[in-house]
């Protein structure tokens, strides 16, 4: 039930953050968003339709597509999604009068993070905010295509829709925002703590193990390999650090076996005991 209610509360933020980030620095340049929330703001700009009642009725069909063709737990989340963005979007339409960042480019750098930011909190919850995403579910479900060249050829054409009818430095700098904001995003649903993971192929297990303990305080997991070459068996050392103790885990290994072969990765998300439990030892 506590799991839920974040869910839906995630949900609810980052669509009012969405929604002021439309408003305050996207609608005032007459800058674009991607997905459906594009297409009404293009029509704002022609005819000064309700943004967000765009939104609502353009996402009506998509409702029931979702009923019929995803399932009911994904409708209900994208109608609570769509509903509450739309909503905010309208309500808080009055921030397009301020001029909160009065140069263009700075403004789509701005518009792109928080916008970032509020879809990261959306997808991080596992939840919708309708449009663009239910059409990307559907042909990811019945035709294997990828979620992210969907999303981008839509908005391509979404782009060349705007560069023809407002100029090419309009579609240029919304597609800035659009690109830092799609990063953004990924930071957030994958998480800003990232770790790295390194593998540990030596024969001086004992010795590595016991100076990565001391020294740097992180635990290890001994793995059991064997030489493809030579089919001779092997200890293999897992160890997560962060990104400050990659350099001092490095030369500590080196001093103790300078031919250990190390491999060392990025880790999006760590959990557990250590990173996000209590343990005795906190990064």
Known sequence: MRHKIYQYLSVGIGCLISAVAINSFLVPHHLLSGGVSGIAIIIYYLVSWPIGLQMLVM????????????????????????????????????????????????????????????????????????????????????????????SFSINCLIMLVAAILFGIKLAILTLISMFIGANITDNVVEGFNRKKTLHIVSYKTDEIIEVILKEVGRGATILSGKGAFTRQEKQVIFVVVSLTQIGQIKLLIQDVDPNAFMIVQDAVEVLGRGFTLPGPKQL
Do not use: H, Q
């Open 59 to 150: 996402n009506l069909p998509l409702f029931y597509a979702a009923y019929r063709l995803i399932g009911r737990e994904y409708f209900f989340k994208t109608v609570y999604g769509a509903v509450l963005f739309s909503l905010f979007v309208d309500a808080t339409g009055y921030l397009s009068t301020f001029m909160i960042v009065d140069d263009p480019i700075l403004s789509a750098i701005t518009g792109g993070i928080v916008t970032g930011i509020g879809s990261g909190l959306i997808f991080r919850a596992n939840g919708s905010g309708g449009g663009l995403d239910v059409i990307s579910s559907i042909l990811k479900k019945y035709y294997s295509l990828n979620v992210g060249i969907t």
